[in-house]
């Protein structure tokens, strides 16, 4: 990243803490107010996902963030500094917003639409037009062939990534989404969620992240806010305690019993071994390719693109009838990020011609191959587990 | 007839030019002034029924009529003239300002709030040019009807083609009366095309490609 903030020097965290303090907001002609009173802290450099049934008050919340509403009383501070500090167009600058379906401008080209704060901010022509190249490239749009195509040209996966681009142009400490992926299929909402993890690895933002779907907080959040009504705290905590031990009857409901299925969402790829297949190189002869995949056993071969990315994946006899490693456009290879979970990794293998999923790393870099044998055998080991765990408990819980 | 036009040709061209001058500067002012007042309307929802009923009734005063009673205020001339068509101008593209406007998807709006576009970025930066292409159709509209107006207007020696028709009137039964009247008639009709083809070609140079039809 070459526009990377000044970070804290702790693991490279480039986001900033976010602190809610008593925030209320009460509109006008309503009995009971939209939010209560809501404290919170949230640390510098982690996804906090609120969730909550519709009408709790979560977007509220969200919004009272970057001042799109202002609140009735309260103080909201980012980094010590209290937001109303500043005119709310310059804060707005500085916190990434991100909405459904992106929420793109239909008459600006994307890389225009990637560019419009930095272009606010008052960057130059050649420092803008090599971000919102950069940041093309961080959400898996091939800049050349997308930076001067309109919203309406693209799918609604793609529009989204330009939009999670959009929110990050001007390297905003804080980024706000509010339910990022709720207008894109569950294919491509996995996808996208496991990019968002990608990148959040490399750039350490604070994102606070509203969403519905309670297994998008759990994947995608540090740590989880389940809200009730008027905004009420249910919990506050990380993914693995809400599900091992939820506060409260409205929490157990709200994340569904927690099952060993429900547990695969908790479990990332990263978790298992990856098994190393035989990998050729876009352009290779085929006659030694050919050889070392026999040598090893292998029915097919991972095809990586010069920048160690996964592009094809043929079975050996399709390599055998070509004298060099033939690519193919990378967007119709599915693979998963190392972050995926074991449930997004089940539901790949079972739609994929190979009963396996290859996993990427930053970048979309090749990591290695996650076959079916290896999760099944996962959740057995968490099932015997959990079974042990509770006979020495005596079985005095019912879930 | 050809040999009319031929003496005339000079003078044909000349009135042909202001015509359409005419035309171009009210439509430029009563756009500019439609655009400002669809703006305040867009704030203050409850104008917007106040705004069509203004187009609809001001559509229905006949031209002739509205020279008439901005004679005793203006008197005889260009200023006449140009008020009176500018105020017909006006009123196409008002309303499709208006219409415009409210077309304008409120997430995008709340989207370039939450990015940081301060009100006028907003209105210069996504509502105007999201209202364009209604806008630019309301603007062609008005390039049309401003032809007809303008030569009513120049009952009162407004500049153009108008006058030709005028004299083909006060000179009926004459030998030059028809050749008058159709060379106003014709003049017009072929400023109006030109001038539609121009406004074509603005649509393509100014409606982005990300919104045209």
Redesign the interface.
Known sequence: MSETAPTDGTNGVSGAELRLEDVVKKYPGQKTPAVESLSLTIPAGEIVAFVGPSGCGKTTSLKMI?R?IEPTSGTIRIDGQDVREDSA??????IG?V?QGG?L?????VASNVA??PK?LGWDKQRIADRSDELLDLVGLDPDRYRDR???ELSGGQQQRVGVA?GLAADPPVI?MDEPFGAVDPITRQRLQDELISIQRELRKTIVCVTHDIDEAIKLGDRILILQEGARIAQYDTPEAILAAPASDFVADFVGSGSTLKQLSLTRVRALELSQPTTATVGEDTGPVVRRAEAAGDDAVVVLDDRDRPVAWPWLRQVRSNDRVRSSPRENLVTLDEAATLNDALDTMLTAAHSKVIVTGDRDRYLGVIDFEAVTEHMRKTEREAAEREAAEGGSTDG | MGEFIAERWDLIAFNALQHANLVLQAVLVATVVAIAVAVVVDRFRALEPVANTVSAIGLTIPSFALVGLLLPLTMIGALTAFLCVAFYAALPVLRNAVVGFAQVDE??I?????????EL?VLL??RL??AWPVIHAGVRTSVQMSMGVAAIAAYVLGPGLGGYIFTGLTQAGGTNAINYAVVGTVGIVVVALLADLLMLLLGRLTI????RA
């Open positions: 970057n799109l167009t310059s804060l707005r600058r500085k917003y909405i929420s401008f239909p008459h600006m080209s419009v704060v606010m309109y919203p309406r959009r706000l | 997430t995008l709340e989207s370039a709030r939450g990015v940081g576009m301060s970025g930066r996504v040019p999201l982005s490609k990300g919104i």
